[in-house]
């Protein structure tokens, strides 16, 4: 069987692991306020070209995603998310859980469209009601989205622009980040990232460690008291420095982009194999994930020697499915895919 | 210098970290639909004597404490904790951010005396004003609790009464289980807890994992859409396979209690070495905390030597501090922190 | 000028102001454990054809929802509703604040069409992803809805079948129930809506009283502690014989419904105007409220001489504008209106 | 049988009833923007000594103490409260409803004493695992407190020093204010509260009003999106008309101070024959509420003629007892329950 469900289907990558089992019997203080914890950080200021930031880390995703929502958002005000975003689709409603609202607007490809950010925001603000509503009090977006696609720098200039406007914070979820950075033809980096939000995180889980997000507030200080927000939200690790010790690797010699360059690399491969054979590629996603137009009785027979996702039906004869690389995707598994076709 | 702050200084106990890393390249789903967590589960039902449990696995106590809490309480209730109880103290207001009170109860060396909390269940029922006070609909023990005591077998049994008589559940926090199990003089096993408590949990964190919480639900089906609740509450990992991993390795060969046994022993030594030498131990702790009452000059001049915590002052020249020992810790330490004193 | 942009624009009913002055310094104990509040409730069980429910006064709407929905929903859960509902739109996000999140579905002239929340059931019961997802929970709808449409009896029934095999509550927001039920042509009374529901509210608030919302819980005991709930939500009346009192006085001799009566029959003059000078009518709003469609010139002009709400923009030329008509409306401040057009 | 459990169990004082029926069919906007709560912040402003302030009219006692501090405190924040402050012990649990713990001190007669909250100020900034607690964000009091008694104006004027000192805003409960500002010797008005706190409220249901409490902010925009919070928070009523219009009456010709008076001269009298007597006072309540210590038996006798509240035991054959006052109580009825003593 050939696995494509996800990017979280090994453990870490060799590098992480191996850090791990070097530094396991060294002592040190919990919480993330060790030594390596202070080494990554300094690695991911750099890189991003931030050497004021705040970095923090967290464990998972959802759990990210809802500590720095909650950490942003005043009590009156609701986050803007994209109608397939993460957040307002697949975390089990736990921003709802904090209090506040998901907010959607229809999604261009899994991507908010800077005008229609604006209109919402020129809409509220005009409303004669507005007081009955929830403020738009943030905006959030993931790159790449939910549908495998990227913003373009200018895209993201104009996000930022718009949220400057009305004086609410752009977040950037990175579960993926990598993959997003490591696609051919984007022209957003990590320094333009920074430049460009107001929070984002960089993704270890999906991207070669065994678990970590860390959050990146380029304006030191945007955000207080975040440790206790983490904790509060169950997201503080106890052994602190297993995050720092594996971001830590990632950031050594390049680690983090090479990796993500080869998921990127075999998923391109597997779309030229698919576009060979006469499949339909949907939503013209660039990074590690896939997303194939098959029919139904196809589906059906690939399931049996391999597993992807079911993303949504298409009409009643079809299904868009999506299938996934990563920095453990070996070649060969691609070749015998295309094959499989 | 000697580290005895915690029992989260070091990574994993060899075996466990043997076996995450000769299952790191093999592929499974996520979200703890794998087998490592299937075999876990079946490991952990046996050891419990509960064919029939529900056990689920979760990343850290806090995360453990908030979610279970929120899953057992309905929307007019409380949980009932000591007042020295983590979740009253060290949890940053997890409980209440999920909208409950901690209703809490003066400590008996850091416990909940039976008759307590039939004093309080009592008095809320009998109150004219009781619709307008928040319901005890829960309660919270830790064990061993923040002082590092133990439930005999009669007082856990107690405490199991008079939940079932109010018709509220009794969950325990066993995030430090293993060094109450395997601690001398207690008649508490894991069958005993199972067969006593509603809900409780397993700790992985400080006892040989890296991290990881197994929450064992005697009664299955007691909580309704678990894997929900811990999704929102940001505590579904997305490689859970190694949480499944590490609590397999941990219940294998009896290792948890083992590696348990190890760190109880240490501590008894360190209280005959610290008896030995005139100081007073407080609160009568049998497992790997001990507390030890220091004049403040002495505690200064120790500080210089070995990390512990400082647990409460006591009068103007007194300061209670704790040394913790875990499956990590080296005989030889114990040895020379005794020397120190 | 002429106001027609609410149904809260005066005071109270003569009869139920008449009723507070005659009761003023009679002296009662407090939060709705009065005589008055008894008295009322048995009116209104009386009415409904339900000798054993519940019946609990709050003081508006907004409130009554939030604390209906909260004590009604498993803390995993979501409520489900229409995208134009109440509780979707213009509350302030007071659902979400207790950690609940709104399901919309695409409305069908303010409705949820029984089909559509089937078919949102079966997705969400079918989906491989369902336990990272808001578990839709429970069903809000409003009557009228806030298009001024009425649910038929048999959409209602339809709507509790589908509720009932899901096994998942109904919940009716009857802000506006009065003009509901008085509107020409419904076959929905008040004991078919205790049949077909699990909770629903009487409004007052916009019907004759100062203020207040009786709900109903058809099923005695169906909401625990629900007091505590309305404590909890800010919604417990110190003086609650006030709500007792002109719910009494409302459903004495049949006042509600004549008074409800009043108003559709102004509303139905007012559309009859309007379609007399020409105007097109939206949505086909029976009861109290009617929408029209007007040029925005005509709008402008129109403001200068009377009140009412803008609703929604309509291409770039016309708008919906909506006129309310209540128990105080005077028919000759209707015939103003139609002749200004 | 003669009534002194409370001060809400009548309607409104005349004056304010009056208020209501004259401008009955008077039409005016909903939601509190009408001209009568123009006028009656205007006058309250005045009467506070504070032109610019914000003014905000709310239904009830609980809903405006949760509203406040849920808008005042950020997401990692507890308020800090006598452990018998109403929002600690009678508002089941609103204030952790919305997110936040209630983190008590020990009070002294109802009171925070100034010296016990700079101790729990100092213990929690200087605390090593401050991270892992909860904010002490704000503080709340009441005036007068739960147990009838007053604060200083050098008391108020060292809170709020303190609070000054650590950035954190000062609220007070003024559910009973009038009979505060009106009882014997004290030294603290109106304007010297609005200049030491960040907020406080006027309360109105247990003085004279129907119903209603205002919020004064002194520093204007002190809190954003008030009006959103309100209605979130289910206190935003429709017919916000029936606050200005109650609130213009009492601060009409000085009724507010002077009905207040009149509850505090009878509490008076009664406190004089509790005395006269021999019965023992408790905690020297100088305003409207009277507590008294009744031996069991006399209790029970006397419960056969008036009604009253049990406050709390003491010992094995007394209880404490609260006799409660208000505009409406007669004169003679004092007297008469003077006479059954």
């Not at 993330?32 to 750099?46: H, P």
């Not at 997303?291 to 993303?311: D, G, Q, S």
Request: charged share 25%; hydrophobic share 40%.
């Amino acid at each position: 069987m050939l696995h494509f469900d996800s990017d979280y289907m090994e453990g870490a990558h060799p590098d992480v692991l191996e850090r791990l089992i070097k530094t396991n019997f060294i002592q040190t203080p919990g919480y993330g306020t060790d030594i390596y914890c202070d080494m990554a950080k300094e690695k991911i200021k750099s890189v991003c070209g931030l050497p004021d930031a705040d970095v923090f880390f967290l464990v998972g995703g959802t759990q990210t995603n809802a500590t720095v929502i909650d950490s942003l958002l005043p009590p009156y005000a609701g986050v803007v998310a994209a109608d397939t975003g993460h957040i307002a689709v697949h975390e089990s409603g736990a921003v709802e859980a904090s209090g506040h609202k998901v907010i959607t607007i229809p999604n261009k490809s899994g991507k908010i469209e800077p005008e229609s950010l604006k209109a919402l925001l020129v809409s509220y603000h005009s409303d004669e009601a507005k007081d009955h509503m929830v403020y738009p009090g943030m905006v959030y977006i993931s790159h790449p989205t939910e549908r495998g696609t990227l913003y373009t720098a200018n895209e993201l200039k104009r996000l930022k622009e718009i949220c400057t406007e009305y004086d609410i914070p752009l977040f950037l979820d990175g579960a993926r980040l990598g993959y997003a950075l490591a696609a051919d033809g984007t022209d957003v980096t990590l320094p333009y990232i920074a430049r460009h939000t107001d929070v984002f995180y960089i993704g270890g889980t999906k991207v070669g460690a065994l678990f970590g997000e860390a959050v990146v507030i380029p304006k030191k200080g945007r955000i207080k008291h975040f440790v206790t927000m983490i904790k509060q939200h169950g997201g503080l690790l106890a052994k602190g420095r297993l995050l720092g010790i594996q971001f830590d690797a990632l950031f050594t010699e390049d680690l983090y982009y090479k990796i993500s360059r080869h998921a990127v690399e075999i998923a391109a491969r597997l779309e030229e194999g698919f576009r060979a054979k006469g499949y339909t590629m949907m939503y013209g996603a660039p990074a590690n994930q896939k997303f194939v137009l098959l029919e139904n009785a196809k589906m059906a027979e690939l399931r049996e020697h391999a597993t992807f996702e079911i993303w949504e039906k298409y009409g009643k004869e079809h299904t868009v499915v999506r299938f996934v690389t990563s920095w453990a995707t070996k070649a060969e598994d691609a070749e015998k895919l295309i094959e499989l076709l």
